[in-house]
C-alpha cells in the first residue's frame, strides 16, 4: 500500500510515478479529498476535546472557589460540557469512515515504480539484460514437437483424463511424468536450501486478510479461487502464505534477511487469458511451484533482488536449459512490484522464450499492506521490511522445456544429468 503521509506530500511526484504504469487509471485527487476532510475532523476533534478538558477544569475551580454546584453558573457550563462530548460523539464515527474510504481506496492502488524500473506502455517495451545457453540450443527446431505433443506420445501426459476429473486447464501426469515432476520440486528445493533459504511448507487454503497483505485482493478477487461458505481461498502462489507468516509482527534487525523457499501447489483462474496457450502445461488453473520470498533491510533489497535473480537462474543454468533475462518496463511490471525481472526460457517448438520466473522487489508496499515491521538498532521507533519474491522456478514449465530442448530423434528425452540421480534414468 502507498504510504497516505508521503501522497499529501508530494502528490504530483506520486502522480507523474503512478502514470507511468498506466496514465489516468489512478487519480490521487479523491484521496487527498478524503485526507482532507480527514484532517479537517481530527483538528476539529482535538479542539472539542481541548474544550472540554478546560470545561471540566473550570467547573472544579469554581466549585472549589466557592460557586454553587447548583447554580445557573455551573449548570451553563455542564450543559456546553454536554453539547461538545455530543460533538466529539459524532466525529467519533465519521473519522472512521473516512479512514475506511482512504484505505479501501489505496488498496487498489498499486506499487510506484522504482526510479531504474524502465519506462514503457507495455512488453513489447521490456529490456533484454542478458542471454545464456546459447551453446545448449537445439541444432533443429523444426524436428521438435510441442511438449504437449510429445508429453501425450510417451503416455506421460494426459490431458483428456485431467479435464474428466476436473475442467479445462487441468492436467494429469502419469509415470515418468509424474515422477519428471517430483524430480523437479526435489532438485529446485535442494538447490536454493544449499544457497541459504529455509525451507517452510505453508498452508495452500488462506484467508483474505492474507491476500490483501501481498496485494492480491481486492483487486484481483476475479483470477482466484474462494472456497463456498469460508474465509478461505486457493493459495496463488506460496509468495502469498510465505511472505504473510510475518504479518503483524515486529522482528529484529538480526533476523535479517529472512529467505525462505517453498513449494505448494498454485491455483489460478487465469481470467482474462482464454484462447491463449489451451494446450500442455504453460497456462493451467493448478501448477506447481518453487516459490522464493526474502525479508530485507531496505538498505540491500536492491543487493538482494540481484541475488535472489541469480537463485532462480541457477536452476536453469544446472539444467542446461538456454533462458534469457528480461527488465519489466512500467507498464508490465505487477501490481505489487517495484521493479521486476522475467526469465524466460527457450521454447523451440515454438521458436521463442516464455515466462518460467518474475522475480520481483516489492519494497515496502505489501510490508506496510501486511504490517511487517523491524526495530533497527540504535534507532527509535520501527521500519518497514522489504519483501522479495520470485519463482524458483515454475515447474511445469520447466518441465515443458524439459520435454522440448531434450528431445532426441527418437522421441525419447535424455534426462538432464542432474536429475538422473532423482530418477534413477537417463532418458523419458
Not at 4 to 27: F, G, T, V
Not at 239 to 246: D, K, Q, S
Not at 331 to 338: Q, T, Y
Not at 401 to 408: D, R
Amino acid at each position: 500500500m502507498l504510504d497516505l503521509k508521503q501522497i499529501r506530500e508530494n502528490p504530483e511526484a506520486i502522480q507523474e510515478l503512478l502514470n507511468r504504469r498506466k496514465a489516468d487509471e489512478y487519480n490521487l485527487e479523491e484521496v487527498l479529498t478524503l485526507d482532507k476532510q480527514q484532517r479537517d475532523l481530527e483538528s476539529t476533534r482535538t479542539q472539542l476535546q481541548t474544550r472540554s478538558n478546560e470545561i471540566g477544569k473550570l467547573i472544579g475551580q469554581k466549585i472549589k472557589g466557592g460557586s454553587n454546584p447548583q447554580g445557573d453558573e455551573i449548570k451553563a457550563l455542564k450543559e456546553e460540557g454536554n453539547e461538545v462530548k455530543a460533538k466529539l460523539a459524532g466525529i467519533d464515527p465519521q473519522e472512521k469512515e473516512l479512514k475506511a474510504q482512504i484505505e479501501s481506496i489505496l488498496l487498489q492502488f498499486p506499487n510506484l515504480p522504482a526510479d531504474s524500473t524502465p519506462i514503457g506502455k507495455s512488453e513489447e517495451e521490456n529490456v533484454e539484460v542478458r542471454r545464456w545457453g546459447d551453446e545448449y540450443l537445439p541444432k533443429n527446431n523444426d524436428r521438435i514437437l510441442p511438449h504437449w505433443e510429445i508429453g501425450e506420445k510417451l503416455g506421460i501426459i494426459d490431458s483428456q483424463r485431467g479435464v474428466k476429473v476436473a475442467q479445462s486447464r487441468f492436467i494429469n501426469l502419469v509415470g515418468a511424468g509424474a515422477a519428471l515432476e517430483r524430480a523437479l520440486i526435489n532438485f529446485m528445493l535442494d538447490c536454493q536450501i544449499n544457497a541459504g533459504y529455509l525451507e517452510v511448507m505453508p498452508p495452500v487454503l488462506i484467508n483474505t486478510k492474507t491476500l490483501t497483505g501481498t496485494g492480491q485482493l481486492p483487486k484481483f478477487a476475479e483470477e482466484s479461487f474462494k472456497c463456498d461458505g469460508d474465509d478461505l481461498w486457493l493459495t496463488p502462489t506460496a509468495e502469498v502464505p510465505v511472505t504473510n507468516l510475518y504479518r503483524e509482527e515486529i522482528l529484529e534487525e538480526d533476523l535479517l534477511p529472512i529467505k525462505h523457499c517453498a513449494y505448494t501447489p498454485c491455483f489460478r483462474r487465469e481470467a482474462g487469458s482464454y484462447g491463449k496457450d489451451v494446450r500442455g502445461l504453460i497456462r493451467l488453473h493448478q501448477f506447481n511451484k518453487v516459490e522464493l520470498v526474502k525479508l530485507v533491510h531496505p538498505d540491500t533489497s536492491e543487493d538482494e533482488h540481484e541475488s535472489l535473480v541469480r537463485d532462480a537462474e541457477a536452476i536453469l543454468q544446472a539444467l542446461k536449459l538456454p533462458y534469457r533475462v528480461l527488465e519489466l518496463c512500467t507498464g508490465d511490471i505487477g501490481f505489487s512490484a517495484a521493479k521486476c525481472y522475467d526469465l524466460e526460457v527457450w521454447l523451440p517448438s515454438s521458436g521463442k522464450y516464455r515466462e518460467i520466473s518474475s522475480c520481483s522487489n516489492c519494497r515496502d508496499f505489501q510490508a506496510r499492506r501486511a504490517d511487517i515491521r523491524f526495530k533497527e538498532k540504535g534507532i527509535k521507533g520501527t521500519r518497514y521490511v522489504h519483501t522479495l519474491n520470485g519463482s524458483g522456478l515454475a515447474v511445469g514449465r520447466t518441465m515443458c522445456a524439459i520435454l522440448e530442448n531434450y528431445q532426441q530423434e527418437n522421441s525419447s528425452i535424455k534426462v538432464p544429468d542432474v536429475l538422473q540421480k532423482y530418477l534413477n534414468r537417463n532418458v523419458l
